[in-house]
């Protein structure tokens, strides 16, 4: 490093202690330096100091959240909270307990899990001798807690923020920190029956949050590893091939066969045998059809899996989801640990494309209009024994639902609708008419509350009554209790309805009763 440079790395150290005409100075005295020189640092040097803070030393910082994190506010926050308690209300009518987990994981724990996506995990740094990630999902640990408890039955959901070091993609309802809402079965039960009634879940879930048209995909881990091998890919290049195929939501068969033959090192032969296959759609028939195909009939692993396709579409017909079920040999889903029945939901509906406009070409090279998937899970019947000291078996299915891209979709329809968001659930104001009547206001709210009447007040001491009743509109407050100096003389409150501006005298004693009654019809 030359003088200058020496001279400009101890002066933007010092920087926010000294004056910019000294530094100048200094720079003057430098031998053999020209006025140019001079100009060029100057100029630098005033751009950190820019970045670093004014003359008084306070660090000048931009407030943003982190890449692929965002802040919700109220209204969003309102959304958020409907959606999950009618997800909650789902996993709750079909029996489910929760539990929660710890949001890093020891590293050894979640690695190997992921296939391809382990590159995903955000690494902890070292603390106190144990390196830890946080956690990439909610299964692993789920099926750690299993192992670790020694339980082997449990229908339970779980919903928390995971993480992922991806490259997220906003608009799309693609983050770094993001919330998944969990279902899943484990325990030793006849075949098909916990796989139909998670997919019933999801139908009931996506149906009621009424977020337009939908597709519920099928597949199985056992057809793939069969078809891979009927068409001639060797063993221990079938998890990467599966990768691949997983990337037909996103991309052209034909960009997934140049990635299979030109980074992968299958043959053209055996890609082009594959698009056969995963170019197929059908329900119970497909499954039928495979079944007496040349080369499927002959893969023990291919036939479990259609033998028990045919048996799950004959539990979602008694299911009655049949109408939003296809069974696709496209559907791959990269995770490792899956072992049997995988699915995927979509958003079809053309209205939503506007939060994620992804145009998907499939293998048979048609094109349709799919907001992303939306829910997806699967059966993992060795991943709680890779933790078991015994290697004990738990067989687990479960379900994830895409909660922030339904959050994405949710606050798009709400922005397009005139409808207004409430952010709090405050059933009555207690206001006063006249000046000097607070004791009065807080001695009501106070009745209110401990009756358990959701209740507010306005913080002072002689608000004017069109400012409490303005507040009322604004907020969504259906009911405003009045007091006055003669109500009080006459043991009543004055009750209005703000929608309709109607007033009447309610006696104190009646006041709850009569405000439950009118807020239930709300």
Same mark, same amino acid.
Request: net charge neutral; aromatic share 6%.
């Given at each position: 490093?030359?003088?200058?440079?020496?001279?400009?790395?101890?002066?933007?150290?010092?920087?926010?202690?000294?004056?910019?005409?000294?530094?100048?100075?200094?720079?003057?005295?430098?031998?053999?330096?020209?006025?140019?020189?001079?100009?060029?640092?100057?100029?630098?040097?005033?751009?950190? #100091?820019?970045?670093?803070?004014?003359?008084?030393? #306070?660090?000048?910082?931009?407030?943003?959240?982190?890449?692929?994190?965002?802040?919700?506010?109220?209204?969003?926050?309102?959304?958020?909270? #409907?959606?999950?308690?009618?997800?909650?209300?789902?996993?709750?009518?079909?029996?489910?307990?929760?539990?929660?987990?710890?949001?890093?994981?020891?590293?050894?724990?979640?690695?190997?899990?992921?296939?391809?996506?382990?590159?995903?995990?955000?690494?902890?740094?070292?603390?106190?001798?144990?390196?830890?990630?946080?956690?990439?999902?909610?299964?692993?640990?789920?099926?750690?807690?299993?192992?670790?408890?020694?339980?082997?039955?449990?229908?339970?959901?779980?919903?928390?923020?995971?993480?992922?070091?991806?490259?997220?993609?906003?608009?799309?309802?693609?983050?770094?920190?993001?919330?998944?809402?969990?279902?899943?079965?484990?325990?030793?039960?006849?075949?098909?029956?916990?796989?139909?009634?998670?997919?019933?879940?999801?139908?009931?879930?996506?149906?009621?949050?009424?977020?337009?048209?939908?597709?519920?995909?099928?597949?199985?881990?056992?057809?793939?590893?069969?078809?891979?091998?009927?068409?001639? @890919?060797?063993?221990?290049?079938?998890?990467?091939?599966?990768?691949?195929?997983?990337?037909?939501?996103?991309?052209?068969?034909?960009?997934?066969?140049?990635?299979?033959?030109?980074?992968?090192?299958?043959?053209?032969?055996?890609?082009?045998?594959?698009?056969?296959? @995963?170019?197929?759609?059908?329900?119970?028939?497909?499954?039928?059809?495979?079944?007496?195909?040349?080369?499927?009939?002959?893969?023990?692993?291919?036939?479990?899996?259609?033998?028990?396709?045919?048996?799950?579409?004959?539990?979602?017909?008694?299911?009655?989801?049949?109408?939003?079920?296809?069974?696709?040999?496209?559907?791959?889903?990269?995770?490792?640990?899956?072992?049997?029945?995988?699915?995927?939901?979509?958003?079809?509906?053309?209205?939503?494309?506007?939060?994620?406009?992804?145009?998907?070409?499939?293998?048979?090279?048609?094109?349709?209009?799919?907001?992303?998937?939306?829910?997806?899970?699967?059966?993992?019947?060795?991943?709680?024994?890779?933790?078991?000291?015994?290697?004990?078996?738990?067989?687990?299915?479960?379900?994830?639902?895409?909660?922030?891209?339904?959050?994405?979709?949710?606050?798009?329809?709400?922005?397009?609708?005139?409808?207004?968001?409430?952010?709090?659930?405050?059933?009555?104001?207690?206001?006063?008419?006249?000046?000097?009547?607070?004791?009065?206001?807080?001695?009501?709210?106070?009745?209110?509350?401990?009756?358990?009447?959701?209740?507010? @007040?306005?913080?002072?001491?002689?608000?004017?009554?069109?400012?409490?009743?303005?507040?009322?509109?604004?907020?969504?407050?259906?009911?405003?209790?009045?007091?006055?100096?003669?109500?009080?003389?006459?043991?009543?409150? #004055?009750?209005?309805?703000?929608?309709?501006?109607?007033?009447?005298?309610?006696?104190?004693?009646?006041?709850?009763?009569?405000?439950?009654?009118?807020?239930?019809?709300?």
């Amino acid at each position: 490093m030359d003088m200058l440079g020496m001279f400009c790395t101890r002066a933007c150290s010092g920087l926010m202690g000294c004056r910019a005409a000294t530094r100048v100075r200094l720079l003057h005295s430098l031998p053999g330096i020209t006025v140019e020189q001079i100009d060029e640092e100057v100029a630098k040097l005033l751009q950190l #100091k820019a970045k670093i803070g004014g003359d008084d030393g #306070k660090h000048q910082f931009v407030l943003k959240t982190a890449k692929g994190t965002r802040d919700f506010n109220p209204k969003q926050m309102a959304i958020r909270e #409907k959606v999950f308690n009618t997800i909650i209300n789902c996993f709750k009518r079909h029996g489910a307990e929760t539990i929660d987990t710890p949001v890093f994981e020891l590293k050894e724990t979640l690695m190997g899990k992921y296939g391809e996506d382990s590159k995903l995990i955000y690494d902890l740094k070292d603390q106190g001798g144990e390196l830890l990630s946080l956690r990439y999902d909610l299964t692993v640990p789920f099926a750690r807690y299993l192992a670790m408890n020694k339980i082997t039955n449990i229908k339970r959901y779980h919903i928390a923020k995971v993480y992922r070091r991806d490259n997220p993609a906003m608009t799309r309802g693609r983050y770094r920190e993001f919330y998944q809402c969990d279902f899943d079965i484990a325990g030793q039960y006849d075949a098909m029956i916990p796989d139909a009634e998670c997919l019933k879940i999801v139908h009931e879930i996506l149906s009621q949050l009424d977020l337009g048209d939908f597709l519920i995909k099928v597949n199985d881990r056992r057809i793939l590893d069969g078809m891979f091998a009927v068409c001639g @890919v060797p063993d221990d290049k079938f998890r990467t091939i599966c990768s691949t195929v997983d990337k037909l939501d996103k991309m052209a068969w034909e960009d997934v066969k140049k990635e299979m033959v030109n980074e992968k090192g299958l043959s053209e032969e055996a890609a082009d045998q594959i698009g056969d296959y @995963v170019s197929m759609q059908g329900g119970k028939d497909l499954a039928e059809r495979l079944l007496q195909d040349q080369k499927m009939s002959q893969n023990k692993l291919a036939c479990a899996g259609l033998s028990d396709i045919k048996l799950l579409f004959s539990y979602l017909q008694l299911f009655q989801v049949t109408d939003k079920v296809v069974f696709d040999l496209s559907l791959a889903r990269g995770l490792d640990y899956y072992t049997g029945i995988i699915y995927e939901a979509v958003l079809t509906q053309a209205g939503v494309a506007a939060v994620t406009t992804e145009a998907q070409s499939g293998a048979s090279g048609e094109e349709c209009v799919s907001v992303g998937s939306v829910a997806g899970g699967g059966r993992y019947d060795g991943l709680v024994g890779m933790f078991d000291p015994k290697g004990r078996k738990v067989p687990c299915v479960g379900v994830s639902i895409g909660i922030e891209r339904i959050f994405s979709i949710m606050e798009q329809k709400a922005e397009a609708s005139a409808e207004r968001i409430r952010t709090t659930e405050i059933q009555v104001l207690v206001a006063s008419a006249q000046k000097n009547l607070l004791e009065e206001r807080l001695k009501l709210v106070t009745e209110l509350w401990n009756a358990g009447v959701k209740a507010e @007040v306005m913080h002072k001491k002689n608000p004017k009554l069109l400012s409490q009743l303005q507040h009322c509109e604004e907020s969504g407050i259906p009911l405003v209790a009045i007091l006055g100096e003669q109500e009080l003389k006459d043991g009543v409150v #004055k009750l209005r309805v703000v929608a309709t501006r109607e007033e009447m005298d309610i006696s104190r004693a009646d006041l709850i009763s009569e405000i439950r009654r009118r807020t239930s019809e709300v």
